[in-house]
Structure formats: C-alpha cells, structure tokens
C-alpha cells in the first residue's frame, strides 16, 4: 500500500470529489482516480463511492482517514526538519479559504499575503461564496453572511458589519441626494441582483423601497462600487468598501444602517490541513484591531 494513495484519499474525503482532490494535490483527474483504483485492489474493497454531486467515502475509507492524518502529519514534520533554519513556528502546505468576495479582498487577502510573505512554504487558495454551504467545498476555512446552514456544527460567529447607501459627489451634484427612505423610490439604486440572492440578510433593498428591485444589479460587490463611483446610482454598499473612497459619501445615516453578520466555520480536525488553525486565528486578529473599519460610528 502506497502512502500518497492515502494523501489521494484523504483530500477527496477534503474536497468531496476527484476533480477538487487533484486540484488542491496538483494532479490531474486520471492520476486521482487511477491512485484510488490502486488503492481499492490492494484493500479488495471500494473506499469511495462516486456520484453526480462527488464522492463519499465509504465505512473503509472513513476507517483509513486516522492512517492518511498520520501520514500528512509525518510528511510535514519532515519538511520542517529539512527547513531548520526557519522557525519553529513557520507554516507550510496548503490552506484553501472559501470567503464572500468583499471580505475576501480587504480583510482575508491582506492577512494570508502577510502570512505568505514571512512563510514562503506556505501555499493559499481563496475562492469566492456569498454563504456557508451545506456541502463540502474543500475548503478548510469557511466565511460567509449569515446564520451557519443546518449541519455545519463549528460554526462560529465572525463579526458584524455595516451595509448603507452610498453616493458619489458626482451623482449628488446631478440628481441631489434623498432626506428621507420615502425619496428613495425617486433614484437609481445600486445592489444585488435580489432574485440571485441566495441569503436572506442581504435581501434588504425591496425592505427600503417597497417593491422596487435595483436599477442597477450585479452579483459583484466591485462591479456596484464601480458603479456608484461612476454616478450611476446610489449604491448600497459595505462601510469597509465605501468609506475608503474620498468620493464617496454615505446617504441617510444612521437612518439606513443594516447590521450582517460573517460566520465562519473550520474543518473538523481530520479534514483540516496542518495550518489552517493558524491562518483562522490571524484572520480572528486582523478583524479585532478593524473593527471600526467594519462598524464605523
């Protein structure tokens, strides 16, 4: 029996397919699949079942998971015994965060940058949700708007933050500004495509208006904040996002100040990668020293 056959396992029961487990293993589908079939005739028993939605393993393969932990665990200690010149506390391998696009670009992305900067060793993914899902995704860290979806035991509440209306100088100059919620049905409006929307916390916008649906809708935060830098609208949009463009200024606040909130959730302990605790614990960090960037006055 080969151990990286059991690495192979132990990053499909990570990712839930063939497809992300060699991904994340820097390995073509074949070579995945051809690893698992080795596996399989040396056990003369399947350990993963295959379906549309991914794999499962099977009562073997989830039996084998403590042996693939002890393998990785060894592997990565030999690496740090090959790198004695760094410090004992440097991290290594691979640490895959799955993160709302807004959060993920001003809060994650600096703090897994300044982790990558002083371990060189240490390789990052960041893919983009708006919300936790119910399936696996291979991720070892998990941010998304809301409460936890149902079966997702470890989720832990992340932070607030503060959603508002925001308009450009240009766009007051051209159409004024609203005093009050009842003027809003007068303006362009810049949001999420709310029939997209997938969590309820952010389906704030027909809350305000009535009925009324954004003029001006994408499913991106960058693509609304461009927008109502460019005048286009008035665009409701994170504090964090909004309040560092000097062009942009917030329109009936406090009246209009919608409260989210970020959950996240870490991969159980067998399916964690060795530095993920320690990737959860500066992000954690980073967002305590930013709280009034995320909860402005």
């Known amino acids: ?28 589908h074949t070579t995945v699949s051809r690893r698992i079939a080795a596996l399989e005739r040396e056990l003369n028993a399947p350990v993963i079942v295959r379906s549309v939605q991914g794999c499962e393993l099977t009562e073997l393969g989830h039996s084998l998971l403590g042996s693939c932990e002890q393998i990785e665990t060894a592997l990565a200690d030999a690496r740090d015994y090959a790198h004695t010149r760094k410090s004992d506390q ?33 390789q990052v ?23 936890p979806v149902l079966g997702r035991l470890g989720s832990e509440s992340l932070t607030k933050y503060s959603l508002g209306l925001y308009a450009s100088d240009e766009y007051a100059r051209d159409h004024g500004l609203p005093r009050s919620v009842d003027e809003l049905h007068r303006h362009s409006l810049i949001y999420y495509i709310e029939g997209l929307l997938r969590v309820e916390d952010l389906v704030v916008l027909g809350q305000l208006t009535g009925k009324r649906h954004a003029t ?34 917030r329109v009936l606040f406090p009246e209009v100040r919608i409260v989210p909130e970020y ?13 993920a605790a320690a990737v959860m614990q500066a992000i954690r960090e980073a967002i305590a020293e930013r709280q009034s960037e995320l909860l402005p006055e």
């Open 216 to 249: 001006f809708a994408s499913t991106s935060v960058q693509a609304q904040t461009i927008a109502t830098l460019a005048g286009a609208g008035i665009g409701m949009l994170p504090a964090y996002v909004a309040d560092r463009e000097p062009t942009l200024r």
């Open 1 to 28: 029996m080969r151990a990286d056959d059991l690495l192979v396992l132990l990053e499909i029961a990570r990712c839930g397919s063939l497809l992300g487990a060699g991904a994340a293993l820097g390995l073509n």
């Open 90 to 122: 440097s991290l290594s391998g691979l640490v895959r965060v799955a993160t709302t696009e807004a959060f993920g670009a001003y809060f994650v992305t600096p703090v897994l940058a300044d982790l990558h900067k002083i371990n060189p060793d240490l």
């Open 263 to 275: 959950t996240a959730w870490l991969a159980s302990g067998r399916l964690r990668r060795p530095a």
């Open 125 to 147: 993914e960041i893919v983009t949700q708006t919300r936790l899902s119910p399936y696996t995704s291979g991720a070892d860290i998990e941010i998304g708007i809301g409460e």
